[in-house]
């Protein structure tokens, strides 16, 4: 499956970015999803997974209340809803797709490139 990222860009601290990650191929709705991200000089980092039917979610613990991973497979693509933003937030976020819904990055079997988000103070 390959994977392709968007929706980054340049936003105001408290404002709110939707990224969306398309996926080809048909096998899209067996993949587990997540999203990871990585700030400069800062090692990639888990943001939220979603299991194959969108039934469980997982949040790092520090963005659980701001971030909203959802998924819609008839579109296959996965969503990553961001609020109230903060400069910390700034990264480039991963889409990956893999057989368990987890914060461990090795689990993953495919990444898209990323997409930049730049929050602004």
């Known amino acids: 499956v390959q994977l392709q990222a968007s929706g980054g860009g340049l936003v105001q601290a408290g404002g709110s970015l939707r990224l969306s990650c398309a996926a080809s191929g048909r096998t899209f709705s067996s993949y587990d999803m997540g999203w990871f991200r990585q700030a400069p000089g800062k090692e990639r980092e888990f943001v939220a997974a979603i299991s194959w039917s969108g039934g469980t979610t997982r949040y790092a613990d520090s963005l659980k209340d701001r971030f909203t991973i959802s998924r819609d497979n008839a579109k296959n693509t996965v969503y990553l809803l961001m609020n109230s933003l903060k400069p910390e937030d700034t990264a480039v976020y991963y889409c990956?797709?893999?057989?368990?819904?987890?914060?461990?990055?090795?689990?993953?079997?495919?990444w898209g490139r990323g997409t930049l988000v730049t929050v602004s103070s």
């Open positions: 990956a797709a893999g057989f368990r819904a987890t914060p461990v990055i090795d689990e993953y079997r495919y």
